[in-house]
């Protein structure tokens, strides 16, 4: 085999993934955006077919392991936010494994550490040992980027160094410039492999159902690491940067995701291990958070939003959950403020990005069901009405209405709210129109629950 990085990689191929790795992205919250990456997406697979993951591995430039490394995580989290085939889950996955390998591929050939992506993956029971490793790696792997000249500034989020002041787009790369290299350096390896196990873990969410059990529990133990590497990263590091919230958040979706699938014990021991091993650390890094930065919530920064959004919707989402299937009264009790107080962020933050972030739109469903939960269903219904006035109802007619309306209805007939019985009946007509691309199950609720209404 000849030896030479350009004969290895052509020049053609590497101009290709360079020019791709500016135009391709990975946040896809936005429809337009979304639209945008499906039709890149044929000549980003083309691309991604031609390299050689084992030659990019050992290639000395790492400027451009990375932009492949971003092609991987843009193809992946693309494919399965589209899901516009049968093996979309399976082509995502694959996508996402190559970024993960080459990901940590560089991290062990700078820290020098042993563990093996495979045992990484594996599910074991010294998963704080494994991720105490797996942070350790990155600290060294970072440190020695910084003995090189490498200039990492394009590959790395100015939201990651939680340091870039509020400014305009415009000045966001020459403030990121400024920061110092060494903690862009410091910060660098663990950010980009948090942000691949966090797609990575995702894939499970979006047909869990059909997922086979051994392969659900692969990707609930990829949900822990990421947790307990964010975790464990905080404490050493001293960093609450936004984007190590998504660990959690993502373990915490992961493991609620199947609730509705258990017994009543099963469901109490999943809120069991989120209430004990994921929430502790997890609300005093959110709550340290808004302390520090006062009115954190108006941070105009999208992704700044997204994380935040994010955090916030997994803590309400336990909270639905937990408020009568888990807490005693006292706890109830106990949690009430602080539940509140979450609740008031995400309203106020999901109002403010309505137009831009999809993940506004859902975030007031969530609220409407915690409310709901709560049996105070007059505002609960009052957040579902919300929520159906959003961008996101009026674009998505086969999975987020007909869900929205469900809610709508049911928070509707169980309050018994008079007021707005009508509308929620209307709603209900109207997603059912849809009813050859509504999942069957939540077809079935729905109609049922448009009956109840109607007598």
Not at 47 to 58: C, N, P, R, S, T
Not at 82 to 93: F, K, P, V, Y
Not at 118 to 138: G, H, M, P, T, Y
Request: one cysteine or more; hydrophobic letters at 40%.
């Amino acid at each position: 085999m000849q030896d030479n990085d350009d004969i290895r990689c052509s020049q053609h191929l590497k101009d290709a993934v360079f020019v791709l790795s500016f135009i391709v992205v990975t946040d896809i919250q936005e429809d337009e955006k979304l639209a945008y990456m499906k039709t890149l997406l044929p000549v980003l697979n083309h691309i991604l077919e031609k390299v050689d993951d084992k030659e990019i591995q050992i290639l000395t430039d790492v400027s451009l392991k990375f932009d492949v490394i971003r092609l991987l995580e843009a193809d992946g989290v693309t494919t399965l936010a589209l899901l516009d085939n049968g093996n979309a889950q399976e082509l995502a996955e694959k996508a996402l494994n190559r970024a993960l390998d080459l990901v940590w591929g560089e991290i062990k050939r700078r820290s020098k550490c042993p563990l093996e992506i495979e045992s990484i993956l594996r599910k074991q029971s010294n998963l704080v040992e494994i991720a105490a490793k797996i942070v350790a790696a990155c600290f060294t792997a970072g440190s020695d980027l910084c003995n090189s000249s490498v200039d990492i500034t394009r590959h790395i989020s100015p939201i990651a160094l939680n340091k870039v002041p509020q400014t305009n787009p415009e000045n966001v790369m020459q403030s990121l410039r400024d920061l110092s290299n060494s903690l862009k350096k410091k910060i660098f390896f663990i950010h980009r492999l948090v942000s691949v196990l966090y797609s990575l873990g995702r894939v499970m969410l979006y047909d869990s159902e059909n997922i086979p059990e051994d392969r659900k529990e692969k990707f609930e133990w990829i949900a822990d690491l990421t947790h307990k590497t964010c975790d464990l990263y905080k404490g050493v590091s001293g960093t609450n940067a936004p984007f190590l919230w998504l660990g959690t958040a993502n373990a915490i979706d992961v493991r609620l995701k199947r609730t509705h699938m258990l017994n009543d014990e099963e469901k109490k021991s999943v809120l069991r291990h989120v209430w004990e091993n994921l929430l502790p650390q997890f609300h005093e890094a959110i709550e340290a958070k808004f302390s520090s930065d006062g009115d954190v919530i108006n941070d105009p920064r999208q992704e700044f939003a997204f994380q935040t959004l994010t955090a916030l919707r997994a803590l309400i989402r336990f909270y639905t959950k937990a408020w009568f299937s888990y807490f005693t009264e006292d706890e109830r009790e106990a949690e009430r403020e602080r539940a509140n107080k979450y609740l008031q962020h995400l309203l106020l933050l999901a109002r403010e990005n309505m137009q831009t972030l999809k993940i506004s739109s859902t975030c007031l469903v969530y609220a409407g069901k915690f409310l709901a939960a709560r049996k105070d269903f007059t505002e609960a219904v009052e957040y579902f009405y919300k929520a159906s006035q959003s961008p996101l109802a009026a674009r998505d007619k086969t999975k987020f209405y007909p869900w929205l309306c469900y809610n709508f209805a049911r928070a509707v007939d169980e309050g018994k709210v008079a007021d707005y019985k009508e509308v929620a009946i209307r709603s209900c007509d109207y997603a059912l129109g849809f009813e050859e691309n509504i999942n069957r199950n939540l077809f079935t609720l729905l109609r049922e629950k448009r009956l109840a209404l109607s007598h």
